[in-house]
C-alpha cells in the first residue's frame, strides 16, 4: 500500500480486511488492533510492541495515552450502546 492509496473500508470485499479494528470496551479503554501507529500531537511515532494496544479514555491514567488500568480505580462508567 502506498502513501497515496485510499484507506481500506469496512465491508469492501476488494481491500480485505480492514488494517486496524478499535473495540470500545464498557466501562475501560479502546482496544485498538491490527497495523496503525500512535502519534505524539508532534508528529513522532511513539514505540509500539504489542499488535494490541489499549488506549485510555477515562482520564486518568498515569501512562497516556495509554491505558493502566486506574479505569478499575476510578469506576470509569461508559454509556450503554444505543438501542
Ligand atoms: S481507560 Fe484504563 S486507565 Fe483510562
Given at each position: 500500500m502506498s502513501p497515496t492509496d485510499p484507506a481500506p473500508r469496512a465491508g469492501d470485499a476488494r481491500s480485505g480486511p480492514p488494517a486496524a479494528s478499535i473495540v470500545a470496551c464498557p466501562d475501560g479503554p479502546l482496544l485498538v488492533r491490527g497495523e496503525f501507529e500512535v502519534v505524539t500531537p508532534d508528529g513522532e511515532a511513539l514505540p509500539r510492541t504489542r499488535r494490541t494496544v489499549a488506549l485510555c479514555?477515562?482520564?486518568?491514567?498515569?501512562?497516556k495515552p495509554y491505558c493502566d488500568g486506574s479505569h478499575k480505580l476510578i469506576g470509569f462508567k461508559t454509556e450503554p450502546p444505543a438501542p
Amino acid at each position: 500500500m502506498s502513501p497515496t492509496d485510499p484507506a481500506p473500508r469496512a465491508g469492501d470485499a476488494r481491500s480485505g480486511p480492514p488494517a486496524a479494528s478499535i473495540v470500545a470496551c464498557p466501562d475501560g479503554p479502546l482496544l485498538v488492533r491490527g497495523e496503525f501507529e500512535v502519534v505524539t500531537p508532534d508528529g513522532e511515532a511513539l514505540p509500539r510492541t504489542r499488535r494490541t494496544v489499549a488506549l485510555c479514555r477515562c482520564g486518568a491514567s498515569v501512562l497516556k495515552p495509554y491505558c493502566d488500568g486506574s479505569h478499575k480505580l476510578i469506576g470509569f462508567k461508559t454509556e450503554p450502546p444505543a438501542p
